[in-house]
């Protein structure tokens, strides 16, 4: 049975094929289109999945597309309405691609897909929950999806047993904890649907002033753990911003611009706002283990995507394991989508044997040798072609060296994090190396924290971390036999300048990390690397962040590792078997 499932027209479109029940390919569009979060049909992402299996659309046995877009464009007419004449603006905005494009997907579909068996439509929540509990390594689980909004719904819980799940309560719109977290992206001059990373950066240089102020006048929370906003405060729902003057007046003034100097006042901010999300989710989470006495919470949805506080719901929320979907946001939702087709046409789940099915998450496109030697031929790079022990010493020594090298292997993650394929990696010794990514690498914030990879056995010398975390998806502390003495950082940005660890690369100014583990079955020639460099230098701990640049997507092909690594400061690429230093310098 080949069902493909379908994400787009929101933010980060996607694709994804299960083959009798396994994931066998799935990706973003952003990584063939190179517009990053692109919303757009995702035409090359579908192609991809049916070209891995070695199929047409007229093999499929159901497209599934991941929300009902009818019921979406009630919710927003509904909207509309109700504030009318104030939501003019928006409604002129927002129907031109509705009515040239959104409500005619049903058209699209048959079209771009011709010849599938069945055409089907799952919804939002449902898709996310079905990519949390299906993929998962559970056969018991509750299932708790958190975002910002679907066709009605922001949040949902249920429980899913063995081949099936149900939801049991939803929270609807406009009451929305992603929108609430991203009215302050947009607030703090970053770009929603992209920059709560950033905020959740910042919030460690501040503290939270404003978190009373929050509860006290923007979220009004109930007994069941549900929660109320306080529209007067907000503009998403008839303006053509997320806040209002309410809000601003309320927090010090107007948004900040972006590029423009971070002052305390927003660090302060980033602060309040996440320690108020890791709230209102331990008591999400709290209701949904008090109402379905499950011990195990999987979770999807955007705001599954906040590492800081899936990390609290692992040390101080009730369930005892916790599994988070790699691509929790809108692109997972295909994932989801299409495991709801599988089992509505009566395919089964495969066995689990206690693993998860998502294959480390590596479920994008691969290159042979032949196509990676076309793009570095093209460049006119000079490349020296290695055998595996051989290139792994020599990447391991140029990262013990203090180099910067791009790692370009295997299949393409899928999820918005670089989990060891298409990743840039450097020393988590070397004191300045954050600095050094973030200025000269990827030209991006330098208040931006760097990730740790670490060989799964040895994770809890380094972090107070005691499950695996191969997905970089849970925040620990580092562990106190790492700390150095801290007498004063000072405060804000200028606390970046003090070394807090033996790791201090990957160690966050309140000493967190956001750990990611691998091991040989998962991923075994990046675990390879991992103990290659624990070898020469002791240390099993690397810094793991993207293969891209800023306001670029993750690089896809060979051409784009390429081009990367020609525009940015990297020192080395190891590409497939080929290693290349300083454009060509051997």
């Not at 300045?432 to 990827?442: C, F, P, S, V």
């Amino acid at each position: 049975m080949n069902v493909l499932g379908i994400s787009a027209f929101y933010h980060d479109s996607a694709a994804a094929l299960l083959v009798d029940g396994h994931p066998v390919a799935a990706a973003q569009e952003e990584r063939f289109s190179r517009i990053k979060n692109d919303a757009s049909f995702p035409e090359q992402a579908c192609a991809f999945c049916l070209q891995h299996a070695g199929i047409t659309s007229a093999d499929l046995d159901a497209v599934v597309f991941y929300d009902k877009p009818l019921v979406k464009f009630e919710r927003i007419l509904h909207t509309f309405l109700n504030r009318a004449p104030r939501g003019l603006n928006m409604f002129r905005q927002a129907m031109p691609a509705w009515l040239k494009q959104k409500l005619w997907i049903p058209r699209m579909l048959h079209q771009q897909l011709p010849g599938a068996t069945e055409y089907l439509y799952s919804s939002h929540h449902f898709s996310h929950a079905a990519s949390a509990f299906y993929p998962s390594p559970f056969t018991s689980a509750a299932i708790l999806t958190v975002d910002g909004v679907g066709e009605w719904s922001t949040c949902s819980y249920g429980v899913g047993c063995d081949d099936a799940f149900e939801l049991h309560k939803e929270l609807h719109f406009p009451h929305s904890l992603g929108l609430l977290y991203s009215s302050f992206t947009a607030y703090l001059g970053f770009r929603i649907n992209e920059g709560e990373y950033k905020v959740m950066g910042l919030a460690p240089y501040g503290e939270p002033k404003y978190l009373d102020l929050i509860f006290d006048q923007l979220v009004d929370r109930h007994a069941d753990s549900s929660f109320a906003l306080n529209r007067k405060y907000f503009g998403y729902l008839d303006q053509l911003s997320m806040t209002s003057p309410s809000f601003h007046a309320l927090f010090g003034g107007p948004p900040r611009q972006p590029e423009a100097t971070l002052e305390q006042r927003h660090m302060d901010l980033a602060a309040s706002i996440q320690k108020a999300t890791e709230i209102l989710m331990l008591d999400l989470a709290n209701e949904v283990h008090r109402q379905t006495g499950e011990e195990n919470l999987c979770l999807a949805g955007g705001v599954a995507l906040n590492c800081v506080a899936n990390g609290r719901l692992l040390r101080e929320g009730p369930f005892k394991r916790i599994w988070i979907q790699p691509a929790a946001g809108d692109a997972g939702g295909s994932l989801g989508a299409a495991f709801i087709g599988h089992l509505a046409l009566g395919g089964q789940l495969p066995h689990k044997d206690g693993d998860d099915l998502m294959s480390a998450a590596l479920l994008g496109p691969d290159f042979n040798d032949t196509e990676i030697i076309q793009a570095l031929d093209a460049a006119n790079l000079d490349y020296t072609q290695m055998e595996t022990p051989t290139l792994l010493n020599t990447v391991a020594a140029e990262l013990a060296g203090g180099g910067v090298v791009g790692w370009y292997q295997g299949r393409m993650e899928f999820g918005p994090r670089a989990l060891g394929n298409r990743s840039i990696l450097a020393d988590s010794r070397q004191t300045d190396m954050q600095h050094t990514l973030n200025q000269k690498i990827k030209f991006r914030e330098g208040f931006r924290p760097f990730a740790p990879v670490v060989l799964e056995e040895l994770a809890t010398e380094f972090f107070d971390l005691d499950v695996p975390s191969p997905y970089m998806l849970l925040v620990s502390q580092v562990a106190e036999q790492q700390k150095l003495p801290v007498t004063d950082s000072g405060t804000g940005l200028a606390m970046l300048d003090t070394p807090r660890s033996t790791i201090p690369a990957v160690t966050h100014v309140d000493n967190s990390a956001r750990v990611q583990t691998v091991n040989d079955r998962q991923n075994p020639l990046f675990t390879q690397l991992l103990k290659t460099f624990e070898q020469q230098t002791g240390c099993p701990v690397l810094v793991n962040t993207s293969f891209n640049i800023k306001d670029e997507p993750i690089v896809c092909t060979p051409q784009d590792a390429v081009e990367c690594f020609l525009k940015s400061g990297i020192d080395a690429l190891a590409i497939g078997p080929f290693w290349i230093k300083e454009c060509g310098e051997l």
